[in-house]
């Protein structure tokens, strides 16, 4: 499985929202799509934040959970990304060693180009099939 890159299993396009989009938008747009997490992007595609569903909850946990604030205000901005020519043996090993759900892909160039999370992975590895022995 090194040889498999996570450009492949990513979900390209995937779902963004600007910094001012409302959270009340945010959380529909989730919802819509059946999604856990919305990619946050300045104009020029270049990455912002992420917020997700453990976002939606801590801002509901900590009493901050005004549907009309925007996602800056609850969003996570330490975001650990990666490449689409990353193995998939390690964003797996990155998932596993610290319970990421959600990676953004990131290209220098073209800014963010996809996400790939665990549902991702999981699909991925379940439609693998090892060759028979000969």
Avoid at 44 to 52: A, H, K, S, V
Avoid at 79 to 91: D, G, K, L, P, Q
């Amino acid at each position: 499985m090194d040889d498999v890159f996570i450009g492949n299993p990513m979900s390209s396009p995937m779902h963004t929202v600007g910094v001012d989009t409302l959270l009340r938008n945010a959380g529909g747009l989730m919802l819509e799509h059946g999604i856990g997490s919305v990619i946050v992007i300045d104009d020029n595609n270049r990455l912002e934040g992420i917020l997700t569903a453990t976002d939606f909850i801590r801002a509901v946990a900590e009493g901050d959970s005004d549907p009309d604030t925007t996602v800056a205000a609850s969003m996570s901005t330490t975001i650990t990304t990666t490449t689409a020519n990353e193995s998939i043996r390690t964003i797996a090993d990155m998932v596993l060693e610290n319970s990421f759900h959600h990676i953004p892909v990131v290209d220098e160039t073209d800014g963010v180009i996809g996400v790939i999370t665990t549902t991702d992975l999981t699909a991925y590895l379940s439609h693998r099939q090892d060759p028979s022995p000969s």
